[in-house]
């Protein structure tokens, strides 16, 4: 199965396999980029992190396989598969692997 997105179709968990766990690494792959957003694949190798940031745009993480820990304003989130998790723009934020995980991260501009 690709990995795109298509307007009025399914899209099915199984395009996690798009993107492959690399050791010691975040591996990513775009799935769709447009002038109202974007969404992005990623593959966490347990021990990763993506650091404390901020977006200027409202974004959505939803779990593919696995678990992780994400930190939105200092609150602690413990998320696994199938879990979603709302951050909102400007708020700081990481994301960080107790074990090997994917997940899509959709940005959204308003």
């Not at 050791?23 to 993506?50: C, R, W, Y």
Request: with cysteine; hydrophobic share 45%.
């Amino acid at each position: 199965m690709g990995c795109g997105i298509v307007v009025n179709q399914v899209w099915s968990g199984a395009c996690a396999d798009g993107v492959a766990y690399r050791p010691e690494s975040v591996d990513k792959q775009e799935l769709l980029k447009n002038g109202n957003g974007a969404a992005t694949l990623f593959a966490f190798d347990k021990g990763q992190e993506i650091g404390e940031s901020a977006a200027p745009f409202d974004a959505m993480l939803w779990i593919a396989e696995g678990r992780a820990d994400v930190v939105v304003d200092g609150e602690a989130h413990a998320l696994g598969t199938g879990d979603m998790i709302l951050i909102p723009a400007h708020r700081p934020h990481k994301v960080s692997a107790p074990e090997r995980f994917k997940m899509v991260l959709v940005m959204l501009r308003s």
